[in-house]
């Protein structure tokens, strides 16, 4: 049922395309009062043009990182956190909207999350960090006998690409372009790792959420977590944006593909036709140099529409 995303996650082979796609109709969604529910300020970022991707060697060039570019964007406007367990809630109470992870009964949980006597987990054979859990969702992310209760600021997991868009729909959003993605995670600086410079650490202090000792086994939480963080916690970049780097995957609107933007327009590129995939930007909490060193503004991943895991989730943009 599920093949391995190398090193970011799991993920759901097959398609549900059959799954309606949109939300049960609500008013907000056309009158702007959506803006009440959502605790995260929008910030408006002037566009522009900047240096996109990277030409480091010790990135993964596979990912089509490469080549530094010269990228436009027109202005737009970005959620200063990613969309929090409160937040969907608010869509779901007035939608009634139900998760692709809810409809199909499993997500992908990190094996070191996994709650006590669950029956019916399966770990993923090429990466056994992973398991694929029986009742696992946005509600329960850890499964069956979990819960959000101490998270409600926290990221929303376990939402497809296709919860997120229909989110982002009812709030009168969308998702963002890779493109729109980094400009803002960069906020402002040029051919920079971090959203704040080249250094991890400045000054031993934590800027973002990522793996602290061995993966997978042994999580010293140095940063001040082991699982998610607050959508707001660790200092803002530039730009007033928190988190642009680790706590969770953030979805993007592009499909994926590791060669089309060479060739692609150089302003306001939206990404190739369908390729299957959807590009993921930022990194999470599992991520760790030894495996996978994604947590900077110029990496990229992908997963299937259809694919949840507890270290995905998004925030949306509109356009100016």
């Known amino acids: 049922m599920s093949e391995h995303s190398p090193c970011c996650g799991a993920s759901r082979a097959g398609s549900t395309s059959d799954i309606d796609d949109d939300p049960v109709p609500h008013p907000a969604a056309a009158t702007g009062i959506t803006n009440a529910l959502d605790a995260s300020p ?4 002037p566009g522009g043009t900047f240096i996109m991707g990277t030409d480091a060697d010790d990135g993964y060039p596979a ?3 490469g080549p530094a570019r010269e990228v436009t964007v027109s202005p737009f406007w970005i959620d200063a956190t990613t969309v929090t367990n409160a937040q969907f809630a608010a869509f779901v109470e007035a939608t009634g ?6 409809r199909l009964g499993t997500s992908f949980v990190f094996s070191g999350f996994l709650p006590e006597n669950v029956d019916g987990t399966q770990p993923v054979p090429e990466a056994p960090w992973w398991h694929e859990v029986p009742g696992a969702t946005w509600r329960h992310p850890e499964g069956p006998g979990s819960g959000i209760e101490d998270r409600w600021d926290h ?3 376990h939402v497809t690409w296709r919860d997120a868009r229909s989110y982002a729909k009812w709030a009168g959003k969308r998702l963002p ?3 729109e993605w980094e400009y803002a995670a960069r906020g402002g600086l040029e051919r920079r790792r971090y959203p704040w410079g080249d250094e991890r650490e400045p000054g031993g202090h934590h800027r973002m959420n990522v793996w602290q000792g061995n993966f997978p086994d042994n999580n010293t939480a140095e940063d001040g977590y082991v699982g998610t963080a607050p959508a707001h916690a660790y200092e803002p970049n530039g730009y007033g944006l928190h988190n642009m780097t680790g706590n969770v995957w953030e979805w993007c609107l592009d499909w994926f593909d590791p060669t089309w933007h060479r060739d692609a327009p150089r302003v306001d590129p939206a990404g190739p036709g369908r390729t299957g995939r959807k590009s993921m930007r930022g990194g999470s909490y599992m991520c760790h140099h030894s495996y ?3 947590y900077r503004v110029d990496a990229r991943s992908s997963n299937t529409p259809d694919s949840s895991a507890g270290n995905i989730g998004f925030r949306c943009v509109q356009s100016a």
């Open 292 to 294: 996978c060193f994604r």
């Open 42 to 45: 929008m910030v408006h970022l």
């Open 63 to 65: 990912d089509g990182e």
């Open 177 to 179: 372009t890779e493109a």
């Open 97 to 102: 909207w139900i998760t692709v992870a809810e």
């Open 155 to 157: 990221p929303v997991t």
